[in-house]
């Protein structure tokens, strides 16, 4: 059974920094697009940052120059360092990812979720 695994949320001072953590475990024979997506009280979820098998990138505009997702495929883990963070970057984050298990077709996963709390 494949599974979504965050950690390294927390808080944090406004201007501080983040890593957080996303690593996929079960029967996976391949795994396609990874992302981040954060969710505020009160509002929708939206697209942080995704990236590619092949490791190009995008990013909300809104993260632009301050958060940057990487990804490790031999330890099928996605990162996300978050620096100068602001007190509207709170939210919990999620991960996601396409992954086609070996017995069946592929499909996105979602992790339970990391908080991130920015105090100002």
């Known amino acids: 059974q494949v599974q979504l695994v965050e950690s390294g949320g927390g808080l944090v001072h406004s201007g501080e920094s983040l890593r957080l953590s996303c690593a996929a475990s079960?029967?996976?024979?391949?795994?396609?697009?990874m992302g981040w997506y954060r969710q505020a009280p009160g509002k929708q979820r939206e697209l942080v940052a995704a990236?590619?098998?092949?490791?190009?990138?995008n990013y909300a505009d809104s993260v632009k120059g301050r958060f940057t997702i990487s990804r490790d495929n031999a330890k099928n883990t996605v990162y996300l360092s978050m620096n100068n963070l602001k007190p509207e970057d709170t939210a919990v984050y999620y991960c996601?990812?396409?992954?086609?298990?070996?017995?069946?077709?592929?499909?996105?996963?979602w992790g339970k979720g990391t908080l991130v709390t920015v105090s100002s």
């Open positions: 996601n990812a396409f992954i086609r298990p070996i017995e069946t077709y592929g499909m996105g996963y």
């Open positions: 990236i590619t098998s092949g490791g190009s990138a």
């Open positions: 079960g029967s996976i024979f391949s795994i396609n697009d």
